[in-house]
């Protein structure tokens, strides 16, 4: 039997997480303002199923169907006027199936969404872990203490490699061989990177 839709305020924004990653917001839309009172109260009353809203992933004028759900950590700091500096967590992914630009009464965007799995626990490829170690070789000859940057799992590698907010989406939307080959261009791209930047400190530059 396949999960039902749950009802999620939603606030597209440039932002794309992974689970247990962190990032601060600056509220200051009323829509978004009256979000996080509503999550505020939840916090402090210890509902946690209603601390959480859904971030669908905005990029290049486009909003996608997929994002991450977070949670309010806490609220760093309350300027005037009601705008608010707050910490978020995210705790999982989603797809949403329903998009209200206003909810009324809430003047904020909401939705029914299904939880996603990012499947960020699979095991690199061997071509991938190859590519993994000729990366860390040019890291090892920077000084840098290799044997802390696990390779294992997908997971693993996106803690210490470092992407932008939409090669994290691409993770996520992407399957099966097409994950694959974009995980693929990702490590061709890093090791290119490094490779050329060790010719220039060495006094080779390319053309």
Same mark, same amino acid.
């Given at each position: ?26 509220? =200051? +839309?009323? @829509?978004?303002?009256?979000? %996080? ?7 402090? &009353?210890?509902?946690? /199923?209603?601390?959480?809203?859904g971030i669908p992933f ?35 992914? =989603? +797809?949403? @199936?329903?998009?209200?630009? %206003? ?7 909401? &939705?029914?969404?299904? /939880? ?92």
């Open positions: 039997m396949g999960q039902s839709a749950f009802h999620l305020p939603l606030f597209p924004l440039g932002v794309f997480l992974f689970p247990g990653e962190k990032t601060g917001l600056h509220i =200051f +839309e009323p @829509r978004y303002r009256q979000l %996080v009172v509503e999550l505020e109260d939840a916090m402090a &009353g210890g509902r946690t /199923k209603d601390n959480l809203f905005h990029f290049e004028d486009v909003t996608a169907s997929t994002g991450t759900l977070v949670k309010l950590v806490d609220v760093k700091k309350v300027h005037p006027g009601g705008r608010k500096d707050i910490l978020i967590e995210c705790v999982g992914h =989603f +797809e949403t @199936r329903s998009f209200t630009s %206003v909810s009324s009464p809430k003047l904020y965007p909401s &939705g029914q969404v299904l /939880k996603r799995d990012i499947g960020l626990e699979a095991e690199l490829s061997p071509q991938h872990f190859a590519k993994v170690l000729k990366i860390k070789e040019i890291l090892s000859q920077r000084d840098v203490e290799v044997s802390e940057l696990p390779a294992d799992t997908i997971r693993d590698l996106t803690t210490w490699l470092g992407m932008p907010p939409a090669h994290k989406h691409n993770l996520l939307t992407k399957q099966g061989p097409d994950r694959s080959r974009f995980l693929d261009s990702v490590l061709r791209w890093t090791l290119l990177i490094l490779q050329q930047e060790s010719k220039v400190e060495r006094g080779f530059f390319p053309n």
